[in-house]
């Protein structure tokens, strides 16, 4: 009762400040554009929490529109520093020794201050420059308040309009509490920037910092420090003689490596977070935000990208039907014809010509008449999509970035579609099954042990037949299991 009372009080404060934003029932504007600007100034008025939940909100236009969640893409995350003093206590009790002895020097003013962290630069007794992230205080309990007041709106939501429960608002209050979370420990976003950098170590034009893990726990992150142009800055680039073309041929191939051949991405490459160095390669920095995708839904996305690619619409409607978005009772031939009318129009058009909101209002406005299930765990893919187009039209709008990057989704769908890869698949699987073997055997052993000693009561006939087949099952099995080790191996040798 106290917690819904509290939350009740904050609701009004909530709605005091949408209101004087002018945007407490934004969806019914006719200049969404505008009301998007000013629900962005709202959140940010609201406070970290809100801030954090407007950027997730950014990869839902079927909640808010393609207009608003545009411009909630545009919400920065920047908040007031906190002192230098606080900085250094956190550092120290974090890290268990004097600042001095950590650092030859500490710069005490912040060079960047967001809603969970901020950033200062320092240099190393060796010589070595870095950047130092630290957690602001108390910020774990302002989110956790924050985030049981969302669930409680998600469920009054739910409640008010039943057929709000396609949106799963729930879950994708769920989500941003595991994104949350994630970055409230900033050895995550260490990990995550290892990870990314081990995995991109081999592929020129793109930069990953060195994490220093001595100097880092769950409030400090210390990271190599980045010198460079900001992407944004074009002018600049241009000045110093950076070929732009070539910048959005690394953002596409990098993006598609990440995606496609790693199944691990960097989810918030927003212009302020890559920098191109001198050499012309481009640096990222910031991975509290890191999303991952198994191979189901990386061959599902490629077989996506490929179909609107080669204006296969046919295919790519069968790829919905195949994956269960699309209810088995909807027409293919009418979701085909759809697809066809919304991305027709667009294909083989240049960037600036394109309007990524109104495509994706367009597909949201198919998925709800196709009663398409929105999938939370694509959001922050599609989010990041947005971003690096984003990019790519800032630095060269002649160029397709997703045109650059189809001869890599053509090789890469070869290989993982083609007859080899699906005997390769064939061969995981028959190896899967191998592994379970024993595990069936003793199910099987101690489920007729239950029968003989009286604790399952089958028919004699019943009971004999169960005896005769494990007698066969347990003597021949692992004659089966040589066998399918053996067309493995056929099976691993000729997709060679």
Not at 314 to 319: C, P, Q, S, T
Not at 356 to 366: D, E, I, K
Request: proline share 3%; charged share 25%.
């Amino acid at each position: 009762m106290l917690r819904s009372l509290h939350n009740t009080g904050r609701l009004f404060r909530i709605i005091f400040i949408l209101a004087r934003y002018r945007v407490l029932f934004f969806w019914r504007s006719s200049d969404n554009a505008a009301t998007g600007k000013r629900l962005a100034h709202a959140l940010h008025r609201l406070g970290p929490s809100f801030i954090k939940l407007g950027q997730a909100l950014s990869t839902r236009s079927d909640l808010v529109g393609e207009e608003i969640a545009f411009a909630l893409a545009q919400l920065q995350d920047r908040l007031p520093p906190f002192s230098s003093k606080r900085a250094r206590v956190i550092i120290e009790a974090q890290l268990g020794k004097p600042l001095g002895a950590l650092f030859a020097s500490f710069d005490n003013q912040a060079k960047a201050a967001a809603s969970i962290a901020q950033v200062h630069f320092a240099v190393l007794h060796d010589g070595r420059k870095v950047a130092v992230k630290i957690l602001r205080p108390q910020i774990e309990k302002a989110f956790a308040r924050d985030i049981a007041l969302f669930y409680w709106l998600a469920g009054m939501a739910e409640c008010f309009r039943y057929d709000w429960q396609r949106f799963k608002l729930k879950q994708v209050v769920r989500l941003f509490e595991d994104t949350i979370r994630m970055e409230l420990d900033l050895r995550f976003e260490a990990a995550g920037a290892v990870r990314l950098r081990e995995n991109l170590k081999h592929d020129a034009g793109f930069y990953v910092p060195e994490i220093h893990w001595d100097l880092t726990t769950r409030r400090v992150l210390t990271l190599e420090r980045i010198h460079g142009i900001a992407i944004s800055d074009v002018e600049a680039l241009k000045a110093a003689g950076h070929d732009l073309a070539k910048l959005v041929d690394i953002a596409a191939v990098s993006f598609f490596k990440q995606v496609f051949r790693d199944g691990f991405f960097h989810a918030d490459m927003h212009p302020g977070n890559l920098f191109v160095r001198a050499g012309g390669d481009i640096a990222v920095v910031d991975f509290g935000i890191m999303g991952a995708l198994d191979l189901k839904n990386r061959i599902y996305l490629a077989r996506i990208l490929h179909g609107f690619l080669t204006e296969d619409y046919a295919a790519l409607a069968r790829v919905h039907f195949e994956a269960g978005l699309v209810p088995a009772h909807k027409s293919l031939d009418s979701f085909t014809l759809a697809l066809m009318a919304i991305t027709k129009p667009i294909i083989g058009r240049r960037l600036s010509d394109i309007s990524v909101a109104r495509l994706l209002g367009q597909l949201f406005t198919t998925a709800e008449a196709f009663e398409i299930e929105v999938q939370p765990h694509l959001l922050l893919l599609q989010k990041n999509m947005m971003i690096t187009e984003g990019v790519g039209r800032m630095l060269n709008p002649d160029v397709n970035m997703w045109q650059v990057a189809e001869p890599l989704v053509e090789d890469w769908m070869h290989k993982n579609l083609g007859t080899r890869a699906r005997l390769r698949e064939h061969m995981q699987e028959g190896l899967a099954l191998i592994r379970t073997l024993p595990s069936l055997v003793r199910d099987a052993e101690a489920a007729l042990s239950r029968v003989s000693s009286g604790g399952i009561k089958l028919h004699p006939d019943t009971l004999a037949i169960m005896q005769a087949q494990r007698a066969r099952f347990h003597h021949n099995w692992l004659l089966f299991a040589w066998i399918a080790l053996g067309v493995a191996a056929i099976m691993a040798f000729a997709a060679r």
